[in-house]
């Protein structure tokens, strides 16, 4: 195992992060901002990929796709908040999780009922479909760099957007103390139909990014939305900084651990048991880390304060 | 008192009725297939070979008009189950044909053959049934699931390959295919990885493929997995470098999706849609001109399975009543199965030929995987000998 090795699996490790933090972003703003737990986040992925694919068959471009998609995953976002979400402020957790999940059933069934059972294909755009050679023999595709460069660019984006806009700012006084900011005279409820809206966007906007990689299928949202609440909560509830540094640190600790771990262990086990025990505990890996982490920081490593 | 002589008297006559039909009934098959999610594709080929068999033989079976009733097993063993019990209690089938998945075609076994009907698997092959739990109500016309892995453990063995790497999902099927590649397969295993079930980002492993440097990968990855491990395998530039021996992860249900990606990779079969023999030549020909795509060994089991009932029911004049005699005329395998050399082994498992199969593009641009080389010749599955003798 050399080191090449090592900063080939640290790229796959980076880019599954950012595609993570894209998901994470939205889930924590809303958990954090508006106390609500919205277990359709994941669908909001899914949808995302769904339009993209769609646009792509309709335009043959996945650019333009890119760009239709994003206001339509924006606006679906919005038509949820409107139609469901905006009756549950109010109630409590289980309420919430159970009609959110409710419409994780309704939407799978959906693209299901409108796009039919079979994965569907998109194409990668023709600029970025080539791939360069980063290590011995492996040619690395120019698209999961684009991923990388995306992820990267939305975040220096949203970094922006949190810390020095008047929105960003009322964001995050809204995630320390709500009735505060709503007592100040700041239309709460608009600025959580805002969040909602832009966290929606950018869970869609991670779909889009990875349809040409991974197959579009009805339940793709499903096992990242696991993911990306283990993001939330070891980045701190409400934190976006937070969510950052913990989804590309599950993405690292995920994509090298899988291909380490069995490494690793043989230098203490004998190669059949490490092994074994190395593809027992590849898996588990993301979540040892964060029965570690809150541990020691029961809030997550960049808790807000309350 | 009245009421029951009644009552008595109603049931006597419905049974008479029923004996007296009899003669004129049609025969009917259970076709219990997986027919919805994201591997519908392998059921609607079994389903549309069947069919198809049935167009060719003019709707009769053995000379005795037949109804098919399709089922979708979801992919569910409890799904199944209950609609198994629906076909053989309802309906009363005489044949249930099918499934696609082994976990299905375990759950429903028991049902099947505690109610003395026959049972035809047309892909589903897995070891217990071939051995210890095997059963004389019990046929198959696909394989034993370990034969199609044994095969390139015997491709890579005789190309002399020293190192190799295993890729498989992480579930049972997943573990007996590995299991399989090594029967035959004696050099060194370089790494056996597995993946979540249902993964589809392959990056991390191609890496580690790509640093390994192995003479040649082995994989299962049914359904999506495969196609999106195909592209990526592609995408990575290892396609040209590493040969990629692997079954039913490149075949007719996957290369439409694969498609170019797929060309020159290897797989394993007891067939190949351009096996040439006149019977599948004219299959082949006639399955693309109604179903507007390429049959996979999928839609041949089934076509084969309704050759097989045919021929059994000819040998018996269509008469059902004498469950041994039908029995001893499926054993005999007397059709021409469209894969050639066909005959049943005493598990109820068949002796046939196996191939390295090649996904290739054809000329009128769609893909279909061809014959590269015969590895085994009238081959029997390994767990033959665990089945008891009394079948």
Redesign the interface.
Known sequence: ??T??LL??AL??L??GLILFLIAAGLTLVFGVMDFINLAHGVQYMVGAYLVAAFASWTGSFGTALLLALPAALAFGLLLEVLVFRHLYDRDHLDQVLATFGIILFLNQGVKFVWG???L?VPVPEVLSG?V?I???????VY?LAIIAAGLGVAALLYGLVSHTRIGMLVRAGATNAPMVSALGVNIRRLFMVVFGFGAMLAGFAGAMVAP???V?PGMGD?ILILAFVVIVIGGIGSVRGAFLAAILVGLVD?VG??FAPNLLRLVLDPAAA?QSG?ALA?MMIYILMAAILFFRPSGLFPVKR | MNHITKTLGLAGLIGLAATGAQAQEKLKIGLLLTLSGPSAVLGQQARDGFQLAMKDLGGKLGGREAEVIVVDDELKPDVAVTKVKGLLERDKVDFVVGPIFSNVAVAVHKPIVDSNTFYISTNAGPSNLAGKSCNPYFFATSYQNDQNHEVLGKVAQDRGYKKVYLLAPNYQAGKDALAGFKRHYKGEVVEESYVPLNNLDFQSELAKIASMKPDAIFTFMPGGMGVNLVKQYRAAGLADRIPFLSAFTVDESTLPAQQDAAIGMFGGSNWAPNLDTPENKKFVAAYEAAYNAVPGSYSMHAYDAALLIDSALKATGGKMDDKNAVRAALAKANFKSLRGDFKFGQNGFPVQDFYLVKAAKRADGKFQTEIAEKVFDDYADAYGKECAATN
């Open positions: 195992m050399t090449t090795l080939v699996q796959n490790g880019q599954f059972a079979a994965p294909n791939s050679e290590a011995d023999g492996l040619l690395y595709p999961r990689i991974l197959s299928e096992n994509t899988r291909s092994s593809r898996p």
